[in-house]
């Protein structure tokens, strides 16, 4: 990748930046990335960190002068207060500076630290994912870093547009509460035109007066599916039930002349029996084979191993090597492409070096 080749990104960790810091990697800037944060997997620290320089967090904060110096952006994470002092800012004009904090600069709750797992709790997002009847659950690994990560990314860019216009570089403030808000937004929409709070659902996707379902036992796995208000795409697949001798009242159904949203949820769990005793006697290929060809809107569920080894998706070149001191993994490849296309060349997971062994930004490059 070579959109942003050139540019120096100093990236000063702690969860929030570095999914944003990785993301400039992929684009092509030099960066060279310090980490308080504990330390993670050994998975955990590829995933996030390669495609980075990695250094020694310094004794002595005033060690970054002279990487800073020679900087385009600063990505600096206070999930756990502020790093640079401001002093060691002045004079740097041309500078991008984005600061991801938990929570938003000026309010009652700035400076204030957190984790992912409080960031998700906040925002929501552990309020709706679950059975109603069970504690809350938070989604897998550590979303809320990842989804500030993507705002700090796209705010460096943003200011770095401003800077080709205007020659001079800015302080970008990200909140990580914020950022992860942003993928609730469907609640907050919700509230606002209707005033009703959402809840967790379980496998239910809650609309009118009922819910349906969205993830289905097939023979082989498991497929997601909802019956929803498209007449269209209920006929298709209450026809291929019918060659099948197994549509029972859904043959009945005017599809037209109905809302599912406003059926019964009596009703609705009657007919999604006879959905559920078709799919579980076939396989996720067949299903979804019929699902591409006449439109049923039916997406296959697949498992770690079978996302690895497809060949559709080493097709689309969606995995690319990442190479270490303890082997080679394969890990997805960056979000952006351009040009004539090709295979993503392989990027390295580099050991960490002392702060001192870094002989400036010329050597990296």
């Not at 504990?38 to 904060?61: F, L, V």
């Amino acid at each position: 990748m070579s959109q942003l080749q050139g540019l120096r990104v100093l990236e000063l960790a702690d969860g929030l930046v570095d999914l944003g810091g990785r993301m400039l990697a992929e684009l092509g800037a030099t960066v060279v990335s310090l980490s308080r944060g504990a330390p993670r997997t050994a998975a955990q620290e590829i995933a996030w960190r390669h495609g980075k320089h990695r250094a020694s967090w310094p004794d002595d904060i005033s060690d970054l002068a002279p990487l800073l110096q020679d900087a385009d952006i600063l990505l600096e994470d206070r999930r756990r207060g502020a790093i640079i002092p401001d002093a060691m800012l002045l004079g740097h004009d041309r500078l991008i500076h984005v600061v991801a904090s938990p929570y938003s600069a000026s309010g009652p709750r700035s400076g204030h630290a957190a984790t992912d797992l409080t960031l998700m709790a906040q925002s929501g997002l552990m309020h709706i994912t679950g059975d109603p009847d069970r504690p809350p659950l938070r989604l897998p690994g550590e979303q809320a870093y990842a989804l500030t990560g993507i705002q700090v990314a796209t705010g460096a860019l943003m200011a770095l547009h401003a800077r080709h216009r205007t020659g001079r570089g800015q302080r970008v403030d990200v909140s990580a509460l914020q950022a992860t808000t942003l993928a609730n937004y469907r609640e907050a929409i919700m509230y606002e035109w209707t005033g009703r709070i959402g809840g967790r659902t379980g496998n239910r996707l809650v609309r009118g007066k009922s819910g349906v379902r969205q993830v289905w036992p097939c023979a082989d796995g498991y497929v997601t599916w909802s019956m929803i208000d498209n007449p269209n795409m209920m006929r298709a697949v209450v026809k291929v039930l019918e060659q099948h001798d197994a549509a029972g009242e859904l043959a009945q159904v005017d599809w037209a002349g109905i809302l599912v949203a406003d059926m019964p949820q009596d009703v609705i769990d009657r007919w999604e029996t006879i959905i559920e005793g078709f799919f579980a006697r076939h396989t996720k290929a067949q299903l979804g084979e019929w699902s591409l060809t006449l439109g049923w809107g039916l997406s296959v569920i697949h498992d770690l191993d079978e996302v690895r080894d497809s060949d559709h998706l080493a097709a689309r070149g969606l995995f690319v090597p990442i190479a270490s001191d303890a082997g080679t993994v394969a890990l997805p490849a960056p979000l952006f492409g351009h040009g004539a296309g090709g295979p993503v060349p392989a990027r390295m997971f580099r050991a960490e070096q002392a702060l001192d062994e870094f002989a400036g930004w010329g050597a990296l490059e």
